[in-house]
């Protein structure tokens, strides 16, 4: 039986890059064919096909050039000829394209066949949030897992070294994927929760949009380390709300979540355009064609989706980075607003006296549960203040657990439950003491 039938779909910057990834795994190992197909939308460059550049100088010069792809790696123009027959399929083209593209697929897919999206960005679904590899999933019935990370595609390509993560509910998959995926500077983990793991993608390239105004409004690393610390909360807050599966800060300590993050907001195509629409004034189109050589850009696009996600919940003002974002894009609002959006954002609003601190959820769930309580959990609050029920209290929890002050708040309830632990043992120990004899 000969090994697993390996397509990309999709040939761009970061597309030729997997495919040189992937081409370059399958030839030396016998878990996957040797020929990797990589699906090209024809086009000419200098009086040529490109297909047949690759075929013959294997690169592309038109959205890798400098970098040779193996030579197992074969361009086919015609998508279902590359498809066909294929046990695994990378799909690495424009979010907005996906649901052509597997139109076209549909019927000439493996059943078996394990698919996955590194595509990033979202769709508007009935429930609110349809994932690109919902999308993928619903049309071609195929096993879906996705890949996204902290990867900008011109240094993978150069070998420099970086991280990824796949989210994949099937880990016997997983493993398979890695397998295919990784490389000494292309490390990869294997995680579960892959919704978190595609919302992270997607959502990371707005908040890359705002860190791209501060930059063209003069603003410093200050700031931007603001927006990606806002940005991240509410990447958080997003998941939290629309993921189907259970979302674990453990998962935005990958490197899909803050690494992906920092990565785009210095140096992705989002950040460097947005830049330029602040200090020009010229279209996010205008400036895609002119800085992009044929690429598309993500984070705008998202930005709309999301605000048509965010209305159809009444969610719209609880997310005001996504929404600024949108705003400056769509409606026209000067740039300058998204300072004004930073200024005022809820996570400045102050928290209250001291019983409502983040730390101290912490400490009274712990001594209550110590102490076999249930229901609410009593704490000293001022007049008239309602009594906090366990699941508020975990919720209240979990955002402070979020974003910057995520390690901090886990070593902080460690060393209050050892040492509440301690005083407890020790209380117990001298009440079951003996007293002396009167």
Same mark, same amino acid.
């Given at each position: 039986?000969? @090994?697993?039938?390996?397509?990309?779909?999709?040939?761009?910057?970061?597309?030729?890059?997997?495919?040189?990834?992937?081409?370059?795994?399958?030839?030396?190992?016998?878990?996957?064919?040797?020929?990797?197909? *990589?699906?090209?939308?024809?086009?000419?460059?200098?009086?040529?096909?490109?297909?047949?550049?690759?075929?013959?100088?294997?690169?592309?010069?038109?959205?890798?050039?400098?970098?040779?792809?193996?030579?197992?790696?074969?361009?086919?123009?015609?998508?279902?000829?590359?498809?066909?027959?294929?046990?695994?399929?990378?799909?690495?083209?424009?979010? %907005?394209?996906?649901?052509?593209?597997?139109?076209?697929?549909?019927?000439?897919?493996?059943?078996?066949?394990?698919?996955?999206?590194?595509?990033?960005?979202?769709?508007?679904?009935?429930?609110?949030?349809?994932?690109?590899?919902?999308?993928?999933?619903?049309?071609?019935?195929?096993?879906?897992?996705?890949?996204?990370?902290?990867?900008?595609?011109?240094?993978?390509?150069?070998?420099?070294?970086?991280?990824?993560?796949?989210?994949?509910?099937?880990?016997?998959? @997983?493993?398979?994927?890695?397998?295919?995926? %990784?490389?000494?500077?292309?490390?990869?983990?294997?995680?579960?929760?892959?919704?978190?793991?595609?919302?992270?993608?997607?959502?990371?390239?707005?908040?890359?949009?705002?860190?791209?105004?501060?930059?063209?409004?003069?603003? @410093?690393?200050?700031?931007?380390?603001?927006?990606?610390?806002? @940005?991240?909360?509410?990447?958080?807050?997003?998941?939290?709300?629309?993921?189907?599966?259970?979302?674990?800060?453990?998962?935005?300590?990958?490197?899909?979540?803050?690494?992906?993050?920092?990565? $785009?907001?210095?140096?992705?195509?989002?950040?460097?355009?947005?830049?330029?629409?602040?200090?020009?004034?010229?279209?996010?189109?205008?400036?895609?064609?002119?800085?992009?050589?044929?690429?598309?850009? %993500?984070?705008?696009?998202?930005?709309?989706?999301?605000?048509?996600?965010?209305?159809?919940?009444?969610?719209?003002?609880?997310?005001?980075?996504?929404?600024?974002?949108?705003?400056?894009?769509?409606?026209?609002?000067?740039?300058?607003?998204?300072?004004?959006?930073?200024?005022?954002?809820?996570?400045?609003?102050?928290?209250?006296?001291?019983?409502?601190?983040?730390?101290?959820?912490?400490?009274?769930?712990?001594?209550?549960?110590?102490?076999?309580?249930?229901? $609410?959990?009593?704490?000293?609050?001022?007049?008239?203040?309602?009594?906090?029920?366990?699941?508020?209290?975990?919720?209240?929890?979990?955002?402070?657990?979020?974003?910057?002050?995520?390690?901090?708040?886990?070593?902080?309830?460690?060393?209050?439950?050892?040492?509440?632990?301690? *005083?407890?043992?020790?209380?117990?120990?001298?009440?079951?003491?003996?007293?002396?004899?009167?």
């Amino acid at each position: 039986m000969g @090994g697993k039938k390996v397509c990309v779909v999709g040939s761009g910057n970061w597309g030729s890059v997997i495919a040189k990834i992937a081409g370059s795994n399958a030839a030396r190992l016998s878990s996957f064919e040797k020929q990797v197909n *990589m699906w090209v939308l024809e086009e000419e460059v200098g009086g040529r096909r490109l297909t047949d550049i690759i075929n013959t100088e294997h690169e592309n010069v038109k959205y890798l050039p400098g970098h040779k792809l193996p030579p197992n790696v074969v361009a086919e123009p015609d998508l279902l000829k590359a498809c066909a027959g294929a046990d695994v399929l990378l799909f690495v083209v424009p979010h %907005q394209f996906i649901g052509k593209v597997c139109d076209q697929l549909k019927g000439h897919v493996k059943k078996e066949a394990v698919g996955v999206s590194l595509i990033k960005g979202v769709d508007e679904g009935p429930d609110g949030l349809r994932l690109i590899s919902d999308i993928i999933h619903e049309k071609l019935g195929i096993e879906m897992s996705v890949l996204m990370g902290a990867n900008i595609a011109n240094e993978v390509a150069e070998e420099k070294f970086c991280e990824t993560t796949i989210g994949c509910k099937n880990m016997k998959h @997983g493993q398979m994927l890695k397998d295919l995926m %990784q490389t000494p500077n292309f490390r990869v983990s294997v995680v579960q929760e892959s919704d978190t793991v595609e919302i992270c993608g997607a959502l990371k390239n707005v908040v890359a949009v705002g860190a791209g105004f501060c930059d063209g409004l003069g603003y @410093g690393d200050n700031t931007k380390a603001a927006v990606i610390r806002l @940005g991240l909360m509410e990447m958080i807050a997003f998941a939290k709300l629309f993921c189907k599966g259970p979302v674990t800060p453990s998962t935005f300590l990958e490197s899909c979540g803050v690494a992906d993050l920092i990565t $785009t907001c210095y140096g992705g195509r989002n950040r460097k355009v947005a830049e330029a629409f602040a200090k020009t004034g010229k279209s996010i189109e205008q400036l895609e064609k002119e800085m992009l050589n044929g690429q598309k850009l %993500q984070g705008p696009q998202t930005s709309a989706e999301l605000h048509r996600i965010l209305k159809s919940k009444n969610a719209v003002e609880k997310f005001p980075l996504f929404t600024a974002v949108y705003r400056i894009c769509y409606e026209g609002k000067p740039v300058s607003d998204f300072i004004k959006c930073l200024q005022s954002h809820p996570e400045h609003i102050p928290m209250g006296p001291l019983w409502v601190t983040p730390a101290l959820p912490y400490l009274l769930l712990l001594l209550h549960s110590l102490s076999g309580g249930e229901g $609410t959990v009593p704490c000293q609050a001022p007049p008239g203040a309602a009594m906090v029920s366990r699941k508020q209290l975990a919720d209240f929890g979990y955002k402070a657990f979020s974003g910057s002050m995520m390690l901090l708040t886990v070593y902080a309830g460690y060393l209050c439950s050892v040492r509440v632990q301690r *005083m407890l043992q020790h209380r117990r120990e001298r009440q079951n003491t003996p007293g002396p004899e009167s």
